[in-house]
């Protein structure tokens, strides 16, 4: 049931957390299989559940000489099925689907065309920046659709209000991006990262906290999760005005605007390239050295980095006496990052002077 690379060979273990490998929708036993699983798990397991989402192949795809041409064709068989199936016990429920079954257009990063089948506006569309290009034909028809990306999960409030934008002004009424922060132990290389096999990943790279505890009321995460909230209860809202209520709600009375940009500044530094399963090669020597072994590091975000560490320096120093709560865990992060650079600071000006 494997599917077949580009390169001929059959399908490699891939995935992130549960790997697997990806099938060849042209087998009927896999058709069969994922019949079978899709419907143990929305008829027996969650039968209550509103709906489903079906993650079309944004990972990988089937090159077989029965796939090559006609991928989304053949996996648009199952779509079709389980969707009637749920539609047949539940006549509200939410099927949301990517638009590679509909457009006839290019799809990233494959080389090959969408499907063209017919649209039922039962279907929730649902579309990201890498892989589902918004299309506004496609859109016309379709009476609810999401857009999602990374931005609260990797980035900072002004790609979150970027993606809030986004969808407002291609007409999209919900915007549901990223707020994933892994905790398992990694059992394959994740994301290329072999370094982190065997060891628990910490969510959102906070490597202080405890096994099990809750990462999202942790302030850097915090400032996100309000982004969020503000920008889509506003898409409209500026990012001055955004400013303004992150630091009402995060310093209370006490807030000032030189707080709130080193807090703003704080988010952006500690989440800067990081990837899913790890920190900031910014926070760690340790991690800047595995990204420097597979050469993923330029020598302008090292010359960036470095001067980032030395107004976290700053930040540090500045709030290290303050009674309040919230300026005490800027502290708090600051000499983190700092203590852990303590003794390793020419690894940063030594690589980027020598553009390796």
Request: net charge neutral.
């Amino acid at each position: 049931m494997k599917a077949t690379q580009r390169n001929g060979r059959l399908a490699e273990l891939s995935g992130i957390h549960c790997w697997g490998y990806a099938l060849n929708p042209a087998r009927p036993a896999a058709q069969r299989f994922m019949l079978e699983y899709a419907r143990e798990m929305m008829f027996e397991f969650y039968p209550n559940a509103d709906g489903l989402m079906i993650e079309s192949s944004d990972y990988a795809i089937c090159y077989c000489s029965d796939c090559k041409e006609s991928y989304y064709q053949k996996e648009f068989r199952f779509v079709r099925q389980i969707s009637e199936e749920i539609w047949a016990r539940n006549s509200q429920a939410a099927v949301v689907v990517y638009p590679h079954y509909f457009t006839g257009r290019a799809v990233p990063g494959f080389d090959v065309k969408a499907a063209a089948e017919t649209f039922d506006p039962r279907w929730t569309l649902f579309f990201t920046p890498h892989s589902a290009h918004i299309d506004v034909e496609l859109l016309k028809q379709a009476h609810t659709a999401i857009y999602w990306d990374s931005s609260p999960a990797l980035k900072t409030p002004r790609q979150i209000q970027e993606g809030t934008l986004k969808a407002l002004q291609s007409g999209i009424g919900a915007f549901v991006p990223s707020f994933e922060g892994f905790s398992f132990v990694a059992g394959h290389p994740e994301g290329g990262e072999a370094h982190l096999v065997g060891k628990r990943l910490k969510p959102f790279g906070f490597e202080w906290l405890a096994e099990g505890q809750n990462p999202y009321e942790e302030l850097l995460i915090r400032v996100n999760r309000i982004a969020y909230r503000e920008f889509t209860r506003d898409p409209k809202l500026t990012y001055a005005d955004f400013q303004l209520r992150l630091g009402k709600e995060i310093f209370g009375s006490l807030a000032d605007a030189v707080s709130t940009d080193d807090l703003l500044y704080l988010q952006e530094s500690f989440f800067a390239d990081r990837s899913w399963f790890s920190a900031s090669p910014l926070v760690s020597p340790n991690l800047l050295s595995e990204k420097l072994k597979t050469g993923s590091l330029s020598a302008n975000q090292l010359r960036d980095y470095q001067q980032r560490l030395e107004r976290i320096k700053n930040i540090q120093g500045k709030y290290a006496n303050s009674s309040d709560k919230s300026r005490k865990e800027m502290h708090r992060i600051a000499a983190w990052i700092t203590a852990n650079w303590a003794g390793s600071e020419k690894l940063l000006s030594d690589h980027w002077r020598s553009g390796n």
